[in-house]
């Protein structure tokens, strides 16, 4: 007070400087002169000298550029003008008052010289800005709003004054005030807006360019700025296009670079440390201190490697992180002192003497600091979003770069799989820590405040909620020790499902042959069904620990209130102590929950950190390794000296002592055994291999061609250019020149057709030459070929050595290594190297071999009597011709082997998953279709169809329970405000036994309601997924064989595993959260109406404006979703195809183009991500906003209406009020989260719709009589055509094959040979016509009836896993002893009977632990079991030898001598002892009659015959 005396001045009415009764015990509350004079004047004035050195150290770091003069500018420095001038003309008047005279106290000139000064500064901080492009200034509208709050108090307490006493006693202070005030307001409003953007700045030339840069300071706060993406994604679906590109802080290009040089940096220390370590143990070593010293260097190595990677992301995002800690930090002091004060309130509420005002100053203050927490809660999220998304760039940018120079050994400790794991599963886990982190230290600390307030209140009553924790700890574990349980049987069964649902679409042709379908369904339902039985436990578990965890704060309360009120009856609860103690606990409840989640995160971060930290540390090339040279001194192109190789450092040399020239422009072969050291001899001149000794130098710019193709999913021209400019007339003559002419006109679109990923929709032959087309195209002077005519048939491979790599080829006149296998080429290359163990055996030209007589000439001879061995009397099917001509329709050559991927994939609508989204297929040529995305919301039918499926009596029930859950939880907190109204005589409460005992019953039956109507949602979800499989499972098994050729394996895949999985848990979890936020907010609602039924006057128009915003949210947030989902699989099949071809890449030397390529499809997906998490903080502040207007809205009428309303009353309204933020939040959450996954029924019940073949069975039919005695087959002008839009199959086939008769039916490939059975076995319905078998017409028969009488062995022999008794007898209708004769039969009986467990000996999927030769065998037992009238028999083409051949031809014959057997033939002589001979062409009858006749007409029959040398 004495210095406020001194500064002040013993003015009269001046009271010093604080005064109570002035200020706080009034209705007319004022402050004193003095303290308006000082203090508050000087508020602002500390605020801004405080931020001024650190704000003007950030502003020199950060120029983006200088702005120009604009008005506004202008604006503010001519009212901040006129503002000093008014200060300091203040200052004069008082000086000149003293001198005439008049006594002033220092405080009047002090202060205005104090606010002058401070403008002066604001306006040079205002230019500084300028220069520095800063367009919207947070440091100094803080500055201006205090300094206006500052103004109004002062202009207030001016007003009271003229009022009191008129204007004229000191009229020109009055007026300067006037005149500040209204200056400061436009101060105000100017800097709340924008300035110009800075001049010569690139991102402004950008139109589309992100709005947060040049919005105001108001509009970053609460991302407003967001709001137009959010109206444009209602209006219209959104695309890449519509959102900003990727902030140049953000973009890979800068962040990647910044990890490159942090990553090195830290890494090299590290390994400098390691190295002066290990320098000195080996000093020590000699004195004999070693054993300690060693332990510690493996200590350290665990650390060490992710110790540099940790530093590295620390120095870069450190600061912004612990900047975002202390908006965290800020943003806790806000949440503890709303507690304190709800607790002034309600005394305020119970105190009727004090001034009313006082209740509107705590409800403003409380709104105020609940908005500032927003603020500060959501800005913390916002800046651990950025970070994670830079994080994630970070590191997809250092993985990326680590697989181009990853070491070979590396490359085996590492597969595609891990590292694509790195980049998803291991970075999120990175992104989840940041946000997670501060709960592991600020989750304890809150937990600590919340028991010392609870302490203040209640006492040692408080402690007793230690006891609750410790009694709820160990039922929450074992809880979830047990669920985890359930889940891992779940899971166990859902891969069985899985690998078993695989298992049936790979083979689903061989099942539908045989007519299992329904076999199979069952084995697949009776999966399921234990998979959903422990699904049903596990959610009854989780309903369980939810229901403890919900309960938890009202068992604290309880246990709090009944010790504290039953301990000593003069301990009363009064309205103060209940409902602060509530909202205490509240805040204590999720910090609670907060905390192991934290520490879960952490713990996961760390293995992923140094899972990431060991892949980044693996070995990488040397550089220096490959002798790249581009002089011209040496002669020849290659030269190794003395060269040894090996694959890494620890394992043996590969090569040794390897001596080579090859000069410029020569052809060298390389030949030798396999494993003799070939393709590594290659990989050593690309530099891929270690050199251990020896020099190596290559001239020029090389080629290479690996013998396993490397095909990007890229157009094909794409594939051939692989970067290079287009030039038409070379590109052609490339193309000519590797025979993809005829390939290219097959193709869709030409050359613009698109090839899939690793070229699954070509042929192998068609992969190995695109792989050499690029090479040719790219000119390079040295061509290393490795083996690149093995996957072409003998003439295409004749064509290319001629056309290519021969004496008149392209490449004549480069240097050119080709490893080969091919002998009958080796004539005529220049220079032979035989390779013999990795060493070079002999080396020189053809004829120079040979007169040697040496080791070569033995290689030749072993591979020619190889080579008349395998019979190579054949002419191999062309592969151009052959292939290509069964890309149109389905595969005509194989017809049971399930070649249906490759078969019509060229032709194919539909696509591999993993272009999920890409838009609508621009031109016929592009393979892949995306699977349909949705638009916009989903549509209500879908809902409709998934609570259709639940059950509606399930539905209204589940409704019913969460309302009554929901009644009693209101019951109980309007019980407790009853309680704490009592009334107190003599210190005590009336009836605490009573209002305990209630209060108890109450939270326990509200704590059942909530687990049954938790436990009702989730068996709903689990009934409705059991349905909805059922429908998909019958759905798919009852579509013909044209839907699985079109649809790929892996959308069905998808829909079985990925999309049931979201129905499974996903979607019931996600609907009992809204349906319990949703009953929740009702209640909050009810609660305030109850008590102060005026407030509904504001809860409508802002349940309105929640309604709008949850709209726009999940409309934008729904599609920015399903975008990003898209953008994520293109990076990580990039990862993968890179990986897989790196050594081809870094033979072109192309490492940057694909760097360039990997930044811009990680930029694209964070270009998605960014506004995603936008999206997020732009709902959060507004509804977060509204939930506080809701707080104020029930704090101001309580306020109003505080004569009639007691403490419990506005306690229990206030406390509930205070919840709705979180649930407003929460609601819209879970909302969105059904909408994304709710498609997943829809997907789930696509296949309702398409066609279905004709029933597997008809009733009545064939119940009584026996049906296929004799086998007699007739043929009626019968046409078939496998889809509507292609050309006929078979064109008016019209034919008669006796009963018991044996055909042979032959053709060239694409004849109709398979198609012939196809039409058989009505795997594809006839275009016109009809087939009788024994006088019935097929088509009237059930397809089950028709195929369990026919019998095929199909050309692949395919086993299911499972027994082997479940493999030969499916449908279980024979005995053992039936099964043991046939295997007898088929000389199995001494193998089976070896078996460990015989008949029910577990086959692998595939059959993969039998030979091919047994699984050919077991394939035949089954048609033994059947006795078929009719046998199919695809011709096996499988690898058995000969004597198994026979074998089985002898068996067939002995066996089904009663049956009709129709044998397909691919090679002529399986066909000579049949009865009659069918010969087909382009699906006509070309001849039919027996050997004899054919031979004499010397018609095409015999033509084929002299094909295959027979004639």
């Known amino acids: 007070?004495?210095?406020?005396?001194?500064?002040?001045?013993?003015?009269?009415?001046?009271?010093?400087?604080?005064?109570?009764?002035?200020?706080?015990?009034?209705?007319?509350?004022?402050?004193?002169?003095?303290?308006?004079?000082?203090?508050?004047?000087?508020?602002?004035?500390?605020?801004?000298?405080?931020?001024?050195?650190?704000?003007?150290?950030?502003?020199?770091?950060?120029?983006?550029?200088?702005?120009?003069?604009?008005?506004?500018?202008?604006?503010?420095?001519?009212?901040?003008?006129?503002?000093?001038?008014?200060?300091?003309?203040?200052?004069?008047?008082?000086?000149?008052?003293?001198?005439?005279?008049?006594?002033?106290?220092?405080?009047?000139?002090?202060?205005?010289?104090?606010?002058?000064?401070?403008?002066?500064?604001?306006?040079?901080?205002?230019?500084?800005?300028?220069?520095?492009?800063?367009?919207?200034?947070?440091?100094?509208?803080?500055?201006?709003?205090?300094?206006?709050?500052?103004?109004?108090?002062?202009?207030?307490?001016?007003?009271?004054?003229?009022?009191?006493?008129?204007?004229?006693?000191?009229?020109?202070?009055?007026?300067?005030?006037?005149?500040?005030?209204?200056?400061?307001?436009?101060?105000?409003?100017?800097?709340?807006?924008?300035?110009?953007?800075?001049?010569?700045?690139?991102?402004?030339?950008?139109?589309?360019?992100?709005?947060?840069?040049?919005?105001?300071?108001?509009?970053?706060?609460?991302?407003?700025?967001?709001?137009g993406l959010v109206w444009k994604g209602c209006q219209q679906s959104l695309g890449v296009d519509d959102l900003w590109p990727v902030r140049n802080e953000d973009s890979s290009e800068e962040i990647v670079a910044w990890a490159e040089r942090e990553w090195k940096k830290y890494h090299s220390r590290t390994q400098q440390k390691m190295e002066s370590a290990t320098f000195k143990k080996s000093q020590k070593c000699e004195t004999g201190i070693v054993e300690a010293e060693e332990t510690e260097v493996l200590l350290q190595s665990e650390h060490s490697q992710s110790g540099p990677l940790l530093k590295a992301f620390w120095s870069m995002f450190g600061t912004y992180f612990l900047l975002s800690t202390v908006c965290l930090v800020i943003c806790d002091i806000f949440l503890f002192s709303i507690p304190k004060l709800l607790s002034l309130f309600l005394e305020f509420i119970e105190d009727q003497e004090a001034p009313s005002w006082h209740g509107y100053f705590y409800a403003f203050t409380m709104f105020l600091l609940a908005c500032l927490q927003t603020l500060f809660e959501q800005r913390y999220m916002y800046m651990c979003l950025v970070l994670g998304l830079r994080l994630k760039t970070a590191v997809t940018g250092l993985v990326y770069r680590k697989i181009l120079v990853m070491s070979n050994a590396s490359r085996k400790a590492a597969t595609v799989g891990e590292v694509v794991n790195l980049v998803s599963v291991d970075v999120q886990k990175l992104m989840d820590l940041i946000i997670y982190f501060n709960g592991t230290w600020l989750a304890p600390i809150r937990i600590i405040i919340c028991f010392v307030f609870l302490?203040?209140?209640?006492?040692?009553?408080?402690?007793?909620?230690?006891?609750?924790?410790?009694?709820?700890?160990?039922?929450?574990?074992?809880?979830?020790?047990?669920?985890?349980?359930?889940?891992?049987?779940?899971?166990?069964?859902?891969?069985?499902?899985?690998?078993?649902?695989?298992?049936?679409?790979?083979?689903?042709?061989?099942?539908?042959?045989?007519?299992?379908?329904?076999?199979?369904?069952?084995?697949?339902?009776?999966?399921?069904?234990?998979?959903?039985?422990?699904?049903?436990?596990?959610?009854?578990?989780?309903?369980?620990?939810?229901?403890?965890?919900?309960?938890?704060?009202?068992?604290?309360?309880?246990?709090?209130?009944?010790?504290?009120?039953?301990?000593?009856?003069?301990?009363?609860?009064?309205?103060?102590?209940?409902?602060?103690?509530?909202?205490?606990?509240?805040?204590?409840?999720?910090?609670?929950?907060?905390?192991?989640?934290?520490?879960?995160?952490?713990?996961?971060?760390?293995?992923?950190?140094?899972?990431?930290?060991?892949?980044?540390?693996?070995?990488?090339?040397?550089?220096?390794?490959?002798?790249r040279n581009t002089s011209d001194c040496v002669q020849a192109s290659i030269t190794i000296r003395n060269g040894t190789f090996c694959w890494s450092k620890e394992t043996s040399p590969c090569l040794r002592r390897i001596d080579l020239t090859v000069p410029q422009g020569s052809l060298l072969a390389i030949v030798g055994q396999v494993g003799a050291g070939k393709s590594s001899l290659l990989s050593a001149l690309l530099g891929e291999l270690e050199k251990t000794d020896g020099c190596m130098t290559m001239k020029g710019t090389a080629a290479y061609v690996p013998q396993q193709a490397w095909i990007q999913n890229a157009s094909v021209e794409d594939n051939i250019l692989f970067g290079k400019e287009m030039d038409e007339t070379w590109f052609n003559r490339v193309i000519d020149a590797c025979a993809l002419q005829p390939d290219l006109q097959t193709f869709p679109a030409g050359q613009k057709s698109e090839i899939g990923e690793k070229g699954i929709n070509i042929s192998g032959g068609q992969k190995q030459r695109v792989n050499l087309a690029r090479a040719v195209y790219q000119k390079a002077s040295i061509y290393l070929l490795d083996d690149p005519l093995s996957a072409v048939d003998a003439h295409v491979g004749q064509h290319i050595f001629e056309h290519v790599l021969g004496r008149n080829g392209l490449l004549k006149d480069k240097t050119?290594?080709?490893?080969?296998?091919?002998?009958?080429?080796?004539?005529?290359?220049?220079?032979?190297?035989?390779?013999?163990?990795?060493?070079?055996?002999?080396?020189?030209?053809?004829?120079?071999?040979?007169?040697?007589?040496?080791?070569?000439?033995?290689?030749?001879?072993?591979?020619?009597?190889?080579?008349?061995?395998?019979?190579?009397?054949?002419?191999?099917?062309?592969?151009?011709?052959?292939?290509?001509?069964?890309?149109?329709?389905?595969?005509?050559?194989?017809?049971?082997?399930?070649?249906?991927?490759?078969?019509?994939?060229?032709?194919?609508?539909?696509?591999?998953?993993?272009?999920?989204?890409?838009?609508?297929?621009?031109?016929?040529?592009?393979?892949?279709?995306?699977?349909?995305?949705?638009?916009?919301?989903?549509?209500?039918?879908?809902?409709?169809?998934?609570?259709?499926?639940?059950?509606?009596?399930?539905?209204?029930?589940?409704?019913?329970?969460?309302?009554?859950?929901?009644?009693?939880?209101?019951?109980?907190?309007?019980?407790?405000?009853?309680w704490t109204d009592d009334p107190v005589h003599n210190g005590t409460q009336q009836h605490t036994e009573l209002r305990v005992g209630v209060f108890g019953a109450l939270g326990v039956i509200q704590a059942l309601g909530r687990f049954t109507s938790t436990a009702a949602v989730l068996l709903g979800g689990v009934l409705a997924s059991h349905k909805l499989f059922l429908q998909l499972l019958r759905n798919v098994a009852r579509s013909p064989m044209v839907f699985f050729e079109q649809t790929p394996i892996g959308n069905l895949l998808n829909r079985f595993s990925r999309e049931m999985d979201a129905i499974d848990s996903v979607i019931p979890d996600k609907l009992k959260s809204f349906l319990g936020f949703l009953f929740n907010l009702l209640e909050i609602y009810l609660v305030i109406i109850v008590a102060t039924p005026r407030a509904a006057m504001a809860i409508v128009p802002l349940t309105l404006l929640y309604a709008a915003f949850q709209h726009f949210y999940v409309i934008t947030s729904c599609q920015l979703r399903r975008i990003e989902a898209a953008s994520r699989s293109p990076i990580y099949s990039h990862i993968s195809e890179t990986f897989?071809?790196?050594?081809?890449?870094?033979?072109?030397?192309?490492?940057?183009?694909?760097?360039?390529?990997?930044?811009?499809?990680?930029?694209?997906?964070?270009?998605?991500?960014?506004?995603?998490?936008?999206?997020?903080?732009?709902?959060?502040?507004?509804?977060?906003?509204?939930?506080?207007?809701?707080?104020?809205?029930?704090?101001?009428?309580?306020?109003?209406?505080?004569?009639?309303?007691?403490?419990?009353?506005?306690?229990?309204?206030?406390?509930?009020?205070?919840?709705?933020?979180?649930?407003?939040?929460?609601?819209?959450?879970?909302?969105?989260?059904?909408?994304?996954?709710?498609?997943?029924?829809?997907?789930?019940?696509?296949?309702?719709?398409?066609?279905?073949?004709?029933?597997?069975?008809?009733?009545?039919?064939?119940?009584?009589q026996v049906w296929l005695t004799e086998g007699r087959i007739e043929f009626r002008n019968y046409s078939l055509r496998y889809r509507p839009n292609l050309e006929l199959a078979l064109k008016h086939v019209n034919l008669t094959i006796n009963g018991q008769e044996k055909i042979g039916i032959t053709g060239r490939t694409g004849a109709g040979k398979s198609t012939l059975a196809v039409g058989l076995l009505r795997l594809v319905e006839a275009a016109e016509g009809a087939i009788l078998i024994d006088g019935l017409d097929i088509a009237q028969l059930g397809l089950h009836d028709l195929r369990n009488k026919i019998t095929v062995i199909?050309?692949?022999?395919?086993?299911?896993?499972?027994?082997?008794?479940?493999?030969?007898?499916?449908?279980?209708?024979?005995?053992?002893?039936?099964?043991?004769?046939?295997?007898?039969?088929?000389?199995?009986?001494?193998?089976?009977?070896?078996?460990?467990?015989?008949?029910?000996?577990?086959?692998?999927?595939?059959?993969?632990?039998?030979?091919?030769?047994?699984?050919?065998?077991?394939?035949?037992?089954?048609?033994?079991?059947?006795?078929?009238?009719?046998?199919?028999?695809?011709?096996?083409?499988?690898?058995?030898?000969?004597?198994?051949?026979?074998?089985?031809?002898?068996?067939?014959?002995?066996?089904?001598?009663?049956?009709?057997?129709?044998?397909?033939?691919?090679?002529?002589?399986?066909?000579?002892?049949?009865?009659?001979?069918?010969?087909?062409?382009?699906?006509?009858?070309?001849?039919?009659?027996?050997?004899?006749?054919?031979?004499?007409?010397?018609?095409?029959?015999?033509?084929?015959?002299?094909?295959?040398?027979?004639?």
């Open 1 to 227: 007070m004495a210095a406020g005396g001194a500064l002040c001045g013993a003015r009269e009415g001046s009271a010093g400087l604080w005064n109570w009764n002035q200020t706080w015990y009034t209705n007319t509350p004022r402050f004193t002169w003095c303290f308006e004079s000082t203090v508050i004047a000087w508020i602002p004035c500390a605020y801004l000298w405080i931020c001024f050195p650190f704000y003007y150290l950030y502003l020199r770091h950060k120029n983006k550029g200088y702005i120009r003069m604009s008005h506004i500018f202008k604006t503010k420095l001519v009212l901040g003008f006129i503002l000093v001038i008014l200060c300091f003309s203040n200052v004069f008047f008082a000086l000149w008052e003293i001198s005439q005279g008049i006594p002033r106290a220092p405080a009047f000139f002090i202060s205005p010289a104090m606010v002058g000064i401070t403008m002066i500064l604001a306006m040079f901080l205002t230019q500084a800005e300028r220069t520095m492009g800063i367009q919207s200034s947070g440091i100094l509208l803080i500055y201006w709003l205090l300094s206006f709050l500052a103004a109004v108090v002062m202009f207030s307490s001016k007003v009271q004054h003229a009022l009191e006493r008129g204007f004229l006693e000191d009229h020109f202070r009055h007026i300067t005030t006037y005149l500040y005030a209204s200056l400061v307001l436009g101060e105000l409003v100017l800097f709340c807006l924008v300035d110009h953007p800075p001049f010569f700045s690139k991102a402004v030339n950008n139109p589309n360019r992100c709005p947060e840069a040049s919005s105001s300071f108001l509009s970053k706060i609460t991302y407003w700025w967001f709001s």
């Open 1140 to 1264: 897989q071809g790196s050594s081809v890449i870094r033979a072109y030397k192309d490492q940057e183009r694909f760097i360039l390529k990997s930044n811009f499809l990680v930029d694209e997906n964070q270009r998605i991500c960014f506004p995603g998490a936008v999206a997020d903080r732009w709902l959060a502040t507004n509804l977060e906003f509204l939930g506080n207007g809701i707080v104020l809205f029930a704090a101001l009428f309580a306020a109003m209406g505080r004569t009639h309303l007691s403490p419990g009353t506005a306690g229990f309204s206030i406390s509930y009020a205070l919840q709705i933020t979180g649930v407003l939040n929460w609601m819209v959450r879970s909302w969105t989260e059904i909408e994304n996954n709710i498609v997943s029924v829809e997907r789930v019940r696509e296949y309702l719709r398409t066609p279905k073949e004709a029933p597997w069975t008809l009733n009545g039919k064939l119940q009584d």
């Open 455 to 627: 302490w203040q209140l209640l006492g040692p009553s408080a402690l007793t909620s230690i006891a609750v924790f410790l009694f709820l700890l160990p039922l929450n574990f074992v809880i979830t020790k047990k669920r985890s349980q359930f889940q891992e049987i779940q899971m166990k069964h859902k891969d069985e499902r899985a690998k078993l649902t695989n298992a049936i679409l790979s083979d689903i042709k061989v099942i539908k042959l045989y007519g299992w379908e329904k076999t199979f369904m069952e084995k697949v339902l009776g999966i399921r069904k234990q998979e959903l039985q422990a699904l049903k436990r596990s959610q009854i578990l989780f309903s369980a620990s939810l229901a403890s965890f919900h309960s938890s704060t009202f068992l604290i309360a309880f246990v709090m209130f009944a010790v504290y009120t039953l301990v000593d009856n003069k301990h009363i609860l009064d309205a103060q102590k209940a409902f602060v103690c509530l909202t205490l606990i509240n805040i204590l409840n999720t910090a609670h929950s907060f905390l192991p989640l934290s520490i879960n995160a952490a713990v996961q971060a760390k293995v992923s950190l140094n899972r990431l930290a060991a892949f980044l540390n693996l070995e990488e090339l040397n550089p220096e390794s490959s002798g």
């Open 816 to 978: 050119r290594v080709l490893v080969t296998h091919t002998i009958n080429i080796l004539p005529q290359v220049d220079n032979i190297v035989l390779l013999v163990d990795g060493t070079i055996s002999e080396i020189g030209s053809y004829q120079e071999l040979l007169q040697r007589n040496g080791a070569f000439a033995e290689f030749l001879h072993s591979h020619i009597t190889a080579e008349e061995k395998a019979g190579a009397g054949f002419p191999a099917i062309g592969d151009t011709k052959g292939t290509i001509s069964s890309r149109n329709g389905p595969s005509q050559e194989k017809l049971f082997s399930d070649n249906s991927v490759k078969s019509s994939a060229m032709g194919r609508e539909t696509i591999p998953v993993s272009q999920d989204c890409t838009t609508a297929a621009a031109t016929k040529g592009i393979l892949t279709k995306g699977e349909r995305t949705q638009h916009g919301r989903v549509n209500t039918s879908i809902y409709a169809a998934y609570l259709k499926v639940t059950g509606l009596p399930l539905c209204v029930y589940i409704i019913l329970l969460f309302m009554c859950q929901q009644a009693v939880s209101f019951s109980r907190g309007y019980w407790l405000s009853i």
């Open 1354 to 1511: 199909p050309q692949d022999p395919v086993l299911f896993s499972g027994s082997l008794r479940m493999n030969l007898d499916p449908l279980n209708r024979y005995t053992d002893a039936d099964i043991w004769t046939a295997l007898e039969l088929t000389q199995l009986k001494n193998f089976v009977a070896d078996l460990p467990d015989q008949l029910e000996y577990k086959c692998t999927d595939q059959g993969e632990n039998l030979s091919t030769g047994q699984k050919q065998l077991v394939c035949l037992a089954r048609a033994l079991l059947q006795k078929a009238k009719i046998l199919i028999l695809d011709e096996a083409t499988a690898a058995v030898d000969l004597e198994t051949d026979l074998q089985i031809q002898s068996t067939l014959r002995a066996q089904f001598k009663d049956s009709t057997v129709l044998t397909i033939a691919h090679r002529i002589n399986t066909v000579m002892d049949c009865d009659r001979i069918l010969v087909l062409e382009n699906g006509r009858i070309a001849e039919f009659d027996t050997l004899e006749h054919l031979i004499a007409q010397k018609g095409l029959f015999y033509r084929l015959m002299e094909e295959s040398g027979l004639a």
